[in-house]
Nanobody
Framework: EVQLVESGGGLVQAGGSLRLSCAAS????????IGWFRQAPGKEREGVSC????????FYLGAVKGRFTISSDNAKNTVYLQMNSLKPEDTAVYYC????????????????WGKGTLVTVSS
């Protein structure tokens, strides 16, 4: 059974940092693309960053480029999202997602989802 469990969310002041973790089970990261998505209140879910090791692809949403970094530890089957210089507009529930055939960092392109972790950035 594929499972994705996010952790690391919380409350942080603007300019601060958080590192989100996505622990995967039921599959190996070598075979799947992993993405971080977020959904703010009243807004659609959007792709923040995705990584497909098999395709050599890393994607970042323009609004987070230069501030967020996605990485993976295949030995731990865990993907991380390091978020620096956080802004109030980064406030959202952050979800981890996975797919075996990567078509892009888009919600409809993902097959498996975690339950999300809340990130709140205060001004």
């Amino acid at each position: 059974e594929v499972q994705l469990v996010e952790s690391g969310g919380g409350l942080v002041q603007a300019g601060g940092s958080l590192r989100l973790s996505c622990a995967a089970s039921g599959f190996t990261l070598d075979d799947y693309a992993i993405g971080w998505f977020r959904q703010a209140p009243g807004k659609e879910r959007e792709g923040v960053s995705c990584i497909s090791s098999s395709d050599g692809i890393t994607f970042y949403l323009g609004a987070v480029k230069g501030r967020f970094t996605i990485s993976s530890d295949n030995a731990k089957n865990t993907v991380y999202l390091q978020m620096n210089s956080l802004k109030p507009e980064d406030t959202a529930v952050y979800y981890c997602a996975a797919v075996s055939d990567y078509v892009g960092c888009v919600t409809y392109g993902m097959d498996y989802w975690g339950k999300g972790t809340l990130v709140t950035v205060s001004s």
